[in-house]
């Protein structure tokens, strides 16, 4: 159902003419009958009009009056049920303007009350045009309070949200004045939270919403190359996330070149408000300044990012693995031969947990340390433990049937713990990596 939500002050309104775009209402006193004509031509007898209004506005403004202040005094001014009935009969007839009584007072208390009265007026699915102008002073932000809390609960969508700008009006005879559609700040704020979402979870399932118009939010691209853009960003985004989700690590690098140029690509875009869209997309981009293209260090950044991700699980295998694979590239292991590779990686593996080859030691004699640490706390051997540990759901034996087993509230903290004891190899094994390339290159 669509409907307008509006609110009907107690003050002697001018009559006058409201205007949006180009386009003229019919001349009153009331922005309601104004915003009804330009805004709300779809409607059909189904949808409704709901108007709050407090004891002291319905006795001052539902019914003609006589004026009391400056020009208006003595005047007969028309109340807005007649002014509805000239506008359009049918809808007081056919009950499609409901008034809601709502309270005077603005304390904390009748602030919750005011909450639930206009939460109770918006039913599931409901279209809102949201009219401000003649709200309380702090209503603004309720609104978007209110709004934010029907959009998920009752997923309702906001369609407008409108402000008559008297106080802009020409002063001409009679007076003629804008409606100010403030709709296209509201993504803004949708955006401000999708992206702060990603940047705590990697997780682009929120901002992805906002691109599919989901969750009654409100579309920030104008023009449909802004508007694939953004898709494209989001579409980047959830399949970079589902790759570390899902450990995919030869797939990052492919995943990483898109996801940048999909930031790029939106960094770009000359959307309104861009500047403050341009530091939310630049937010986004900070996720990605770890990866240098070197494949040694990229596999740590991904176990680093899975960590500052929540994602302990697939940060534990991305560590592990991504250790194996440095040693492998370092040894002149072919990580690509389909024949050799899950030997070779077994073989490596094997050496890491606590037998090192003679081989290995002399092409990286620091390697040690990493092996056969004096405390066994921080090893490859102890980060094989707590990887099975994880992978296992806790039903090996090891946690089990030892008192001292790996509890879930050790998994976070032990992960940090591990990455930084394990970078300063990675960086060693990163060094040897590039000058066996460099040395390759020249020969």
Known sequence: MKKLLTFLGNGEYDEGFYTYRGRKATKSRFVQTAIYELFCHKFTDKDQIIIFLTEEAESKNWQDRIGE?????????????KTWNEINPKLLQQNQIRKVRIPSQQDEKHNWELFEI???????????????????RS???MALIILNYARILKKASLKKLLYGCWEMNDRGTPPTAPIIDMTEMIPLLDWAYGVESYLKTGNASVIESLTNNKNGSVKIGVTQEEEDALKELTKQSHE??????????????????????A????????????????????????????????PIMDDYWAAKWCYDNGLIQQGYT????????????VMWKDLTDSKKKDKTRDKIKKWLQGNPSKELLEKIPNIYKFIDNKDDQLSFKKLTEYRNSMNHAGWNTKDIFRKDGISHEKFHEKLDEFLQFFRPLFEELDQLYQDQQEGAATR
Do not use: W
Request: one cysteine or more; aromatic letters at 6%.
């Open 139 to 141: 209503f603004p932000i």
């Open 118 to 136: 206009i939460l109770n007026e918006i039913d599931e699915g409901d279209e809102i045009i949201f009219d401000i102008t003649h709200s309380f």
């Open 318 to 329: 991305m560590l592990q693995e991504g250790i194996i694979s440095a040693v492998c590239r």
């Open 69 to 81: 202040y400056g020009k208006n005094k003595g005047k007969k001014l028309i109340g807005m049920e």
């Open 263 to 294: 930031l790029n690509q939106a960094k770009s875009l000359k959307i309104r408000g861009s500047r403050h869209f341009e530091e939310l997309i630049g937010k986004m981009n900070e996720k990605t300044e770890g990866y240098t293209g070197r």
């Open 240 to 261: 970079f996330h589902q790759m570390m989700q899902t450990c995919r690590a030869p797939e990052i690098p492919r995943g990483l070149d898109n996801l940048r140029d």
